[in-house]
């Protein structure tokens, strides 16, 4: 089991920034991709950033110049850096580590941590 305790959530107006953490604790294993992914009311969970062990990235579209995705291996800690915040960024961001177990693949999810941008 993997626990992923995620902080930095809070208020910000418009064009401000955040930076949030999650730390990854448990049966840790060095082949995995750790990312954000954000929930707004009404909506369905979506990608936000997601890095792999090796330091690849990927982000959604609607971020990409804003928010920077990045991680410390030593500390099993994947951060992610938000600027030029928008209300649409409004949301419960939400730490997800997938990693591979073996032969297997297992999918881990953090409590969520409300961001909210005020215009």
């Known amino acids: 089991q993997v626990q992923l305790v995620e902080s930095g959530g809070g208020l910000v107006q418009a064009g401000g920034s955040l930076r949030l953490s999650c730390s990854a604790s448990g049966t840790i294993f060095s082949i995995n991709t750790m990312g954000w992914y954000r929930q707004a009311p009404g909506k369905q969970r979506e990608l936000v950033a997601a890095?792999?062990?090796?330091?690849?990235?990927n982000y959604a579209d609607s971020v990409k110049g804003r928010f920077t995705i990045s991680r410390d291996n030593d500390k099993n800690t994947v951060y992610l850096q938000m600027g030029s915040l928008k209300p649409e960024d409004t949301a419960v961001y939400y730490c997800?580590?997938?990693?591979?177990?073996?032969?297997?693949?297992?999918?881990?999810w953090g409590q969520g941590t409300q961001v909210t941008v005020s215009s």
């Open positions: 890095i792999t062990s090796g330091g690849n990235t």
């Open positions: 997800n580590r997938d990693q591979r177990e073996g032969l297997s693949r297992r999918n881990y």
